[in-house]
């Protein structure tokens, strides 16, 4: 399922749902960044912390729906500790938009991967 030039184009829900993702993305490692700061935790650790969701980058741009598959794994890793920092700092703001981003970018990940693996699935039937 790897992205090629024969691929189909999106249809108008898979690329809102692509956007959708890059925008919530966007804003998660904004606050990613953000709870790195508010413990003066440096540039070097804050790359680390972002540079797992940074991987997949490149499956976004190939389209690949496996990396993606990769990438919701990794989302994952992140949700547990979001619930954690979640409980252990009794549910302050950050922490629970973090929460609540991590989920609309799996939900929103997942449709992506739902219709758009649909799509290529379509296209790659012969038909009659």
């Not at 809102?16 to 919530?24: D, E, I, Q, R, V």
């Not at 741009?61 to 598959?69: A, E, F």
């Not at 989920?103 to 693996?117: D, E, P, S, T, V």
């Amino acid at each position: 399922m790897e992205a090629s030039s024969q691929a189909p184009a999106k249809s108008r829900l898979t690329r809102a749902l692509w956007w959708t993702m890059a925008a919530l993305w966007m804003l998660f490692l904004c606050q990613q960044v953000a709870d790195i700061a508010r413990f003066n935790g440096g540039w070097g650790l804050a790359a680390l912390r972002v540079a797992p969701l940074s991987i997949f980058l490149w499956s976004w741009h190939r389209d690949s729906v496996i990396g993606l598959i990769w990438f919701e794994l990794v989302l994952l890793f992140y949700f547990i500790s979001a619930v954690e920092a979640t409980f252990a700092y009794h549910a302050d703001p950050l922490s629970v938009s973090g929460l609540t981003l991590l989920a609309a970018l799996f939900a929103a990940c997942l449709g992506y991967i739902r219709y758009r693996g649909r799509e290529r699935r379509e296209s790659a039937v012969p038909s009659d």
